[in-house]
């Protein structure tokens, strides 16, 4: 056997905190190790081409890329050894970034722990064999699920680039809660102007079929070839389609939540959203409005610890519209930190102060609806005053809550959710369009609070990185699927019995059981299951977890 | 070498690839700190772990064993981790009836628990610290 | 329940009749002069015993891979024989179609090993009491009623013998008996084993009686529902041999040998966890003395009892590792 170890630096990320050099040295002097080199950047193109040129130098027959965690740069390390025409399945990625030189301070102990962690590496990928990779035609089909802002320019970038697109929204109309804004800033333009617009072009390209009042019910297959079921008003449908867009957006936050802002039990007491949708407000000529931000953010005692990001903008909004719909009035923002963070915001934020909107960092503790007007009792956090000022009008922030339908549409798409409840990316930062799953991306405020600007670009984006795995027109289908050693097999069915995924047969004549490869998910239940190990994983042997193990434990 | 191995415990993980080994990524990814004793295999799913790996852990000098997995009713294949689930806490029940139930523990995290991951393994090397050192 | 009460040697000529229609077998026991031992009788009894008093192999380990559907077998066996044989069809290792199992009260046994009489009759009724004669499985046998399988043989409190059918299967083993049925008696003259307390034992004291172990894997060879037919510990996974041993040597450093005495039997304790019946032919096979049949059926007993489970009670039971129920095992996680 003849392995080959590529110790990456990541700049300083790794070697900071991992004496890489030790590193190098120490696996160099193992058996079956002809190569073992430290490196500032193994992503790099010369980094690439210094595993290519050791593959040809040294023969290589394993690799070893010791840096970041496995989930990134995957395929690109694999088609280095594609290139080489060395099978993918013999490279092991050794996390030595995300679960050692970033979660230890000591380069001592952090050292050790790479060790072994690259130990297990090596131990595993001597157990490893060539998998065969099984390479499936992908449909240039997208599905995006959600007709908001995102979801629209997620459809219409797919459809430029010539992919069918078929856009499912739940509402009979197209354009989300952007459609119902009456004056979107810094656009100063309608909402309802903005989606039409997006909508009205959508419409007209050919490749786009857009079914409004419909739900996505099922989705089976995998990347390339996703078959989802569609419940239409035409009835129920079926499509096969690539890959897909989740751009399901959000639910605003409903205050009812929170019953000591007796929102719903007096009419002067209003959402930002509310506002959006009212005729003419029934307000006196001089009219006192209160605007309170963060509800439902940065409130942990309901789940929202986090910031929902439009909020404030809002707010903004609502108080330059009054002062500016009423010249005698008396506005007042009761914000608790003022984060206008998108370009311009912040001189829209002085602009709002000197239209003469009052801004008081306060919290407001109790809500008194009286006859003359709403009574609020709060702390002026900035004097360290108590205060009580009675308002016409009480409009309430509102923030952005998880969209009503993310767990069912998570399950459906075999997607996790973050413990908010939106949708979890494949990377904070690294991946944040992606998912766990292929071929399936998030877009917009599903993943996370985001204002319109950064949802359309998020949709784009996304909708750019389907497209780039669509267009090539084929895909690797994992080869982690069980298969049987058929001498081995003693016919026991507990396999058979134990998989839920009805991927096991038993065969009468022979009294062994079988694989049917198709159906099977890979997720190994049944190798845990067969007491001799007859059914196994590929890729996941027990020889392999068991010497994984070993490296961990053993003196070295 | 010899006295880091006497007095620190050495744990080790399964992490299934959807849920925990997720939420170990972005755990790094945030620079979250927990013991270098804890070291992490990824399997995909929980329902992968076999006992017998467990066991071997233990007699190969392991001081700790955990099996993490997605929350039930979250797997990824559906519902893998609840036949983990079984698994485990019969093997947690033979490992009580010979006294050393405390070094076998099953977490569960999803991808998005990374702090909870953290919390979960740190806790788990602490206490098998404080007995280790006790003993 | 309705039964029949057995005559003087209707048992025996019920037998006979059977064996009487071309591949009809019985499967029980035959005594001599100084033994008793399982035997499959073609065509007649011979010297045939309804009970055997001595314990050296589980009876169902014979029946495994036992597929064809030609022949009739009744088996007159042990509640232990019996649910291990229930154990094993569920594992597909027996086609239980043309089978009658019969299980037959037992009094207890003494080991194979052991030297002098064989016991009979008030010595023998009272043998679990025994702690010194008894084999250590029967004194602790949780179940010695003949009441699983097809149909059982059962003792009343005055001494008559009973059959009692539990399935179709065991009503057609009652037409074979003359007599008409009758209602059984409530009691007879063995009862439900008293519940015992949860195995528990310390690590060192395992330690110390597996030390012992010489690997020769007699225990699993011997075992009813150690039914793989090629063991992982074959490999050199677990114990290894030859090169794979001394390429361990030289990653880890030096070894004692046997390796993995420990791992072999904690990780067999959990394969058999659920199916062991705590018949006690491991230890039965064990040249070493190992008390195996205190950790197997304890740590079983233990782990069966989570999911209420009993090995061998009726063939109707998932094996628990086979299934779920979303609801349970909340407190599971740590």
Not at chain 3, 85 to 110: H, M, R, W
């Amino acid at each position: 056997m003849k392995t080959g170890i590529f110790i990456c630096h990541c700049g300083h990320n790794i070697k900071h905190t991992v004496d890489v050099k030790r590193l190098s040295e120490f696996f160099g002097k193992l058996p079956n190790v002809v190569v073992s080199q430290d490196y500032p950047f193994v992503c790099s193109e010369p980094g690439q081409d210094l595993i290519s040129e050791s593959i040809e130098k040294y023969g290589l027959d394993r690799v070893i890329v010791a840096s970041c965690t496995p989930s990134l740069h995957g395929e690109m390390f694999k088609d280095v050894l594609r290139k080489k025409d060395l099978n993918p399945f013999l490279l092991r990625r050794v996390s030595i970034r995300e679960h050692c030189s970033w979660v230890g301070d000591d380069i001592e102990e952090n050292t050790e722990k790479a060790k072994r962690l690259i130990l297990s590496g090596l131990y595993g990928v001597a157990h490893q064999v060539p998998l065969e990779e099984k390479m499936v035609e992908v449909n240039k089909t997208a599905l995006v699920i959600g007709g908001g802002v995102s979801g629209l320019s997620a459809a219409l970038f797919l459809s430029k680039m010539g992919m069918q697109v078929y856009l499912v929204e739940k509402e009979p109309q197209l354009g989300g809660v952007v459609r119902e804004i009456r004056n979107v800033w810094p656009a100063r333009t309608s909402g309802a102007k903005i989606t039409g617009d997006m909508e009205k072009e959508l419409r007209s390209r050919q490749n786009v079929e857009i079914l409004t009042s419909s739900e996505l019910t099922g989705f089976e297959g995998f990347f390339g070839n996703y078959e989802a079921t569609l419940d239409t008003p035409a009835g129920e449908r079926k499509i096969v389609i690539g890959g897909a867009v989740a751009a399901i957006g959000f639910a605003p936050f409903d205050p009812a939540i929170k019953p000591e802002l007796q929102y719903g039990k007096d009419p002067r007491i209003v959402t930002t959203l509310d506002l959006e949708r009212a005729g003419e407000l029934a307000l006196p000529e001089n009219p006192r409005v209160a605007i309170l931000h963060c509800i439902g953010s940065r409130d942990e005692q309901i789940g929202r610890p986090y910031c929902s990001r439009i909020c404030c903008i809002n707010a903004l909004r609502v108080g330059e519209a009054i002062r500016e719909r009423y010249a005698d009035s008396y506005v007042e923002s009761f914000y608790m930190d003022m984060r206008a963070h998108p370009r311009g915001a912040e001189e829209f934020f002085e602009d709002t102060q000197e239209k003469g909107v009052l801004f008081t960092r306060g919290n407001i503790g109790e809500i008194v609806p009286a006859p003359t007007g709403v009574l609020l009792k709060g702390e002026d956090t900035l004097l360290g005053e108590t205060f009580e000022r009675e308002f016409d009008l009480v409009v309430l922030s509102i923030g952005m809550s998880y969209p009503v339908d993310s767990q069912k549409l998570a399950t459906l798409l075999k997607i996790s959710l973050d413990k908010d409840r939106f949708f979890l990316e494949a990377h904070i930062k690294l991946r944040p369009f992606d998912t766990a799953v292929k071929g399936i991306f998030i877009a917009g405020s599903c993943s996370g609070p985001k204002d319109m600007e950064e949802s359309i670009n998020h949709g784009r984006a996304s909708a750019l990185k389907l497209y780039g795995l669509l267009n090539l027109g084929y895909a690797f289908v994992d080869p982690f699927i069980s298969f049987v050693d058929p001498k081995r097999c003693s016919g026991c069915r507990m396999c058979e019995q134990a998989c839920f995924s009805k991927a096991i047969k038993y065969d009468e004549e022979k009294k062994v059981v079988h694989v049917e490869e198709a159906a099977c998910q890979g997720c190994g239940l049944c190798n845990a299951t067969c007491p001799s190990s007859a059914i196994s994983l590929r890729g996941y042997y027990d020889a392999i977890l068991d010497d994984e193990i070993s490296a961990f434990l053993e003196a070295i | 070498m010899e006295d880091r191995t006497a007095k620190n415990p050495e744990i080790v993980g399964f992490a299934c690839t959807y849920c925990t080994f997720k939420a170990s990524e972005m755990a790094g990814s945030l620079r979250m700190k927990y013991p270098e004793g804890v070291k992490v295999i990824q399997v995909p799913c929980s329902s992968r772990v076999d006992p017998a790996f467990v066991i071997k852990a233990i007699f190969e000098g392991a001081d700790g064993v955990f099996v993490a997995g997605c929350h039930p009713g979250d797997c990824h294949f559906i519902k893998g981790n609840y036949y983990t689930r079984r698994k485990i806490a019969a093997l947690k029940e033979l490992f009580d009836a010979f006294g050393m139930k405390d070094r076998l523990r099953l977490f569960w995290v999803s991808a998005s628990e990374a702090r909870r991951f953290v919390e979960k393994v740190t806790e788990f090397y602490n206490d098998i610290k404080e007995k280790k050192n006790a003993g | 329940m309705q039964g029949k009460k057995i005559k003087n040697g209707a048992l025996e000529s019920a037998l006979n009749t059977f064996l009487a229609e071309k591949e009809y077998l019985v499967m029980g026991f035959e005594k001599d002069a100084s033994n008793v031992y399982h035997r499959v009788f073609k065509d007649s009894l011979d010297n045939y015993a309804l009970m055997s008093p001595v314990f050296a192999t589980n009876g169902a380990l014979y029946l495994r891979r036992l597929f064809a559907k030609g022949a009739q077998i009744i088996l007159m066996l042990r509640p232990c024989e019996i649910r291990s044989y229930v154990e094993l069809v569920k594992l597909t290792q027996i086609e239980p179609e043309n089978i009658i199992a019969v299980s037959v009260d037992c009094f207890g046994t003494v080991s194979s090993k052991t030297e002098g009489d064989i016991p009979a009759g008030e010595a023998l009724k009272g043998l679990t009491k025994d702690a010194e004669k008894a084999r250590w499985a029967c004194a602790n046998c949780r179940e010695r009623r003949g009441v699983v399988g097809d149909a059982g043989i059962r003792i009343d409190a005055n001494g008559d013998y009973w059959a009692l059918p539990y399935t179709d299967k065991g009503q057609a083993f009652l037409s074979l008996l003359e007599g008409e049925t009758s209602e059984a008696p409530a009691q007879m003259a063995i009862g439900p084993a008293e519940p015992r307390p949860a195995f528990q034992i310390d690590m060192k004291e395992f330690t110390k009686d597996f030390s012992k172990c010489i690997m020769c894997m007699n225990c699993r060879d011997m075992c009813p529902v150690c039914y793989c037919v090629d063991c992982v510990f074959n490999g050199d996974e677990y114990l290894p041999k030859g090169d794979a041993l001394f390429n361990k040597v030289f990653r880890a450093g030096s070894t004692g040998m046997p390796r993995g005495k420990e791992l072999f039997h904690l990780i067999r304790m959990y394969h058999v966890s659920q199916t062991c019946v705590g018949c006690g032919a491991c230890e039965e096979a064990c040249p070493q003395g190992i008390p195996l049949t205190k950790y197997f059926k304890g740590v079983s007993e233990r782990l069966q009892g989570m999911f209420s489970y009993m090995s061998g009670r009726s063939k109707d039971e998932i094996i628990p590792y086979l299934t779920f129920i979303e609801e349970e095992l909340k407190d599971a996680e740590d």
